[in-house]
């Protein structure tokens, strides 16, 4: 198999499971007790939680394990809005943001909250002038991701943070596809809040983190026994979050070679696949885009079935996020970015890992050049197409023989 879906979950690190698998063994003692089991429970947990620190610039008390980016979403915007509603009602976010951000947010909105959605346009990024004529005396919060899930496309998170501070206004960002995939400094982001998952930088599934910044107080959503500073209660995933934090520290190491290597092999797939497929597009900005990540829109096919095609060829991709690959309808994402609903549907998106090739790189390409073009062979759509451009060239030609 070719593994292109990334941004949907990355395959666990061996060195990562051998990190692991003590505390289900050995050392699986509750890290709340006091004898030497949970003793040792718990410095690993802490240990974890210096090496997720290190890699996004921040303090280890800044940090709570949750169990993945949607969590620490929820804990993040709730717990923000519902401990400053006596300071105000409203909300800034994107079109673009990660159904995790969405979702809370159209809650909130059913609960007394405004939430103003910025627009991205055709690059799929914010324009500063749109979030400074947004916010209000009565914004609260301000939350934007650092890198769409589906086009890649990178905000200018520091200087939005910027804003927010200048205004006192919470900031937070969904950093779920970019920590561990390019530089995040908390304090360079200007971020109040940063929320992460482990199964996106090779970690394990289920466990994630959420950065706090000192002196940043949230309104717990969650409540029993007061874990993770009564933010996310309950018995710690102490196997979980050693793989994070192994995760955590193999992605500090390898960063900067995993850019370029990455970097590179992306160019080298856009470059494949809109030279070699005609009315293939590339959807988000080409420059302010992670290492990685390409996604694109063909013209007379649907997506699902090239998905399916390059699956019988043992080539792993997906249409859009996997948080809603199971819905119908077109991609937020793309309609955000202007694609009409027939465009949307016939989108790809391919992410890459450290683990891929040039030479799978190149299959890819052959591969979805032949998939698309025997999915166009059944398209009554672009028959059409074809049919109408073969009758306007033949027009063209009788003209111009009889003048």
């Known amino acids: 198999m070719i593994y292109m879906d990334h941004a949907a979950t990355a395959p666990v690190r061996k060195e990562v499971l051998e990190a692991m698998e003590p505390y289900f063994t050995k050392y699986f003692g509750n890290p709340s007790t006091f004898y030497t089991v949970g003793r040792e429970a718990k410095k690993a947990m802490e240990e974890s939680r210096e090496k997720v620190a290190e890699l996004i610039g921040a303090n280890p008390e800044e940090i709570i394990f949750t169990t993945g980016g949607t969590q620490s979403d929820n804990i993040a915007i709730k717990g923000i809005v519902l401990k400053n509603k006596n300071k105000g009602n409203h909300i800034i976010t994107s079109q673009i943001e990660h159904p995790a951000v969405i979702e809370t947010c159209k809650y909130l909105e059913k609960n007394g909250f405004e939430v103003t959605y910025l627009p991205v346009y055709e690059e799929g990024i914010i324009k500063i002038e749109d979030l400074k004529e947004a916010i209000t005396d009565k914004t609260i919060l301000i939350t934007i991701m650092h890198v769409n899930n589906e086009i890649g496309t990178i905000q200018p998170i520091a200087e939005i943070g910027k804003i927010a501070k200048e205004n006192k206004i919470k900031f937070h960002t969904d950093a779920v596809q970019s920590v561990g995939k390019i530089p995040v400094d908390v304090n360079e982001l200007n971020v109040d809040l940063l929320s992460m998952s482990g199964h996106k930088i090779y970690g394990p599934k289920g466990i994630g983190a959420l950065y706090i910044r000192k002196r940043t107080r949230l309104e717990p959503i969650l409540h029993g026994g007061g874990q993770e500073k009564d933010l996310n209660p309950g018995t710690e995933n102490v196997s979980g979050i050693v793989g994070l934090g192994k995760a955590c520290e193999i992605a500090k190491e390898e960063l900067e070679y995993n850019q370029k290597y990455l970097t590179k092999l992306r160019d080298m797939l ?14 988000g900005d080409l420059i302010n885009k992670v290492p990685g990540t390409a996604n694109f829109h063909f013209v007379g096919i649907e997506g699902e079935g090239l998905v399916l095609l390059l699956d019988g060829k043992g080539i792993a991709a997906s249409t859009g996020s996997a948080c809603s690959s199971k819905k119908l309808e077109a991609s937020h994402v793309l309609k955000a970015i202007g694609l009409e609903d027939v465009d949307s549907h016939g989108s790809l998106r391919l992410t890459l890992g450290s683990e891929n090739t040039e030479e799978e790189v190149t299959k890819v390409i052959q591969a979805t ?11 009554s759509i672009w028959n059409q197409r074809e049919n109408k451009r073969k009758e306007d060239i033949n027009n063209k030609c009788t003209s111009c023989s009889l003048e």
Do not use: P, Q, T
């Open 270 to 283: 856009i470059e494949g696949i809109l030279s070699n497929i005609e009315e293939s597009y590339l959807n």
């Open 369 to 379: 050049e032949e998939a698309v073009k025997r999915l166009r062979s059944m398209s």
